[in-house]
């Protein structure tokens, strides 16, 4: 609902680095964290613009230099935007990875990437982190997963230990 507005007062990315955290606010105020992300968007375009000459980079390494960006964020854009394969780790992917057996009880976010890269063809990691997140959004949902009705029940660990 924000973005509309934003993008024409700011259509490109030196325009953004050009205005104040103050000035973006006034345009974002309705969202979340309106004060941290009016810093993150102004600073994100003037290290976009200063380091890698506007251009929105490729590697996840390189997109976690910019403000407000994290190893979650980096990740999505990468197989999003880019269509290369990467691992986005949100709560969804977390859990699900977890309970259906596809990680051995990761301890976190990164080590639950690692894991799923190390074992999902790359060719498939760029959808990946969607199926499992929608699986865990309308399937294997926190509180009441759905076992009964699952596709892959028959290979779900959390299944064959209940």
């Not at 976009?48 to 979650?72: A, E, W």
């Amino acid at each position: 609902m924000v973005t509309p507005a934003l993008f024409e007062a700011y259509p490109t990315p030196e325009l953004l680095s050009k205005a104040t955290p103050e000035e973006v606010f006034e345009y974002i105020k309705s969202v979340s964290y309106p004060n941290n992300k009016s810093k993150h968007l102004v600073g994100m375009s003037q290290v976009l613009m200063g380091k890698f000459g506007g251009i929105v980079p490729s590697d996840v390494n390189d997109l976690q230099q910019l403000p407000g960006v994290g190893r979650k964020t980096a990740n999505v854009i990468t197989s999003v935007v880019f269509d290369k394969p990467a691992m986005a780790v949100d709560t969804h992917v977390f859990r699900v990875a977890n309970r259906i057996g596809l990680t051995e009880k990761s301890k976190s976010p990164l080590a639950t990437e690692k894991e799923l890269i190390k074992n999902i063809p790359e060719v498939h990691l760029s959808k990946a982190h969607h199926w499992l997140i929608l699986h865990g959004r309308y399937v294997c949902t926190a509180r009441n997963p759905k076992c009964e009705s699952c596709g892959i029940s028959p290979w779900c660990k959390n299944v064959r230990n209940s």
